[in-house]
């Protein structure tokens, strides 16, 4: 009888745990924010701090992923006011509404895709492209929309972590982001590699609601290029306050968050790259980011 007992008990307690993680999870998720904005969902970034750069040393990222990612260096603390987020990169749909034309690579049947890509990113669009749209944008809902800066994107990307990916140290090309899986860094697993978009959304969110952080489409950002985070020795000249860092003589701007055609090393939270103003390819969009109104 007390074997008994002491299953029935062992039992009901496991119930419960599983319960209660289980109530956790959806409690976390019932909290994210959203509303929608002339048709574009937007998700409630809180206000926070973070620790902006490389979440390792550069020994270590170069052990794993044979990369020199001193463009991410100093690490520097940056204090972001709340926002909002596109849930999702800017669509071939949302894209069309706006500008009345798209030229997406991958779209309604072409190069390997399906008939309807409506809700696929939107790629083939430059910086100078994206800021006509947000101007028209703006002006049809009468909101303050904008790329994100690159330390607000950051920061929601890793949405409280500090590892390579939101994910950990590993990101599944099978079930988390949408890119080559055959290079995945030292010590992860290989995945599949799709070879093109797919829709907004076909992988999980991060723990704030965000999807495609990793992977898809690279995303422009609203910063000029800066070959590193400081001017002089370690002192940083980066702004702290989630602004955009506008000023300096590149004529070039940031992307960030890696692609379907990227390895992993490509869609890490730090990684940083750059393109031309009139620069565009099949594996670079974008998302909105507006201030609170």
């Known amino acids: 009888m007390i074997a008994g007992r002491k299953y029935i008990f062992y039992t009901i307690t496991v119930v419960f ?16 924010k959203t ?11 809180p206000g926070g701090c973070f620790e902006m750069g490389s979440e390792h040393s550069q020994e270590a990222v170069k052990e794993k992923f044979d990369y020199d990612n001193s463009d991410e260096f100093p690490v520097h603390r940056v204090c ?5 987020m596109g849930k999702f990169e800017v669509t071939q749909a949302q894209w069309q509404a706006v500008m009345g034309r798209n030229r997406s690579h991958f779209q309604n049947g072409q190069n390997g895709v399906p008939s309807d890509t409506s809700r696929h990113p939107v790629e083939m669009v430059s910086w100078d492209e994206v800021q006509v749209f947000v101007k028209k944008f703006n002006g049809a809902t009468g909101q303050e929309c904008h790329l994100p800066g690159e330390s607000q994107w950051e920061y929601a990307a890793r949405a409280g972590t500090k590892s390579y990916f939101h994910t950990g140290d590993c990101i599944s090309s099978d079930t988390q982001a949408n890119y080559d899986g055959n290079y995945p860094g030292k010590g992860c697993p290989k995945g ?3 070879g093109k978009t797919v829709a907004v959304g076909s992988y999980s969110a991060n723990s704030w609601g965000l999807h495609d952080m990793h992977g898809n489409v690279r995303e422009w950002v609203q910063d000029r290029w800066h070959i590193n985070y400081a001017s002089t020795g370690s002192a940083t000249s980066a702004p702290v306050d989630g602004s955009a860092w506008e000023s300096g003589e590149s004529a070039s701007r940031l992307v960030r968050g890696g692609s379907w055609g990227n390895n992993a090393l490509g869609l890490r939270s730090a990684i940083r790259s ?11 969009g974008f998302r909105l980011a507006c201030s609170p109104k």
């Open 17 to 32: 745990l599983i319960a209660a993680v289980f109530s956790i999870a959806v409690g976390a998720k019932s909290k994210i």
């Open 35 to 45: 509303r929608i904005i002339g048709g574009i969902e937007f998700v409630s970034i």
């Open 80 to 84: 972001v006011k709340p926002f909002w």
């Open 192 to 194: 599949k590699y799709e």
């Open 274 to 284: 750059y393109s031309g103003l009139d620069y565009s390819i099949s594996d670079l």
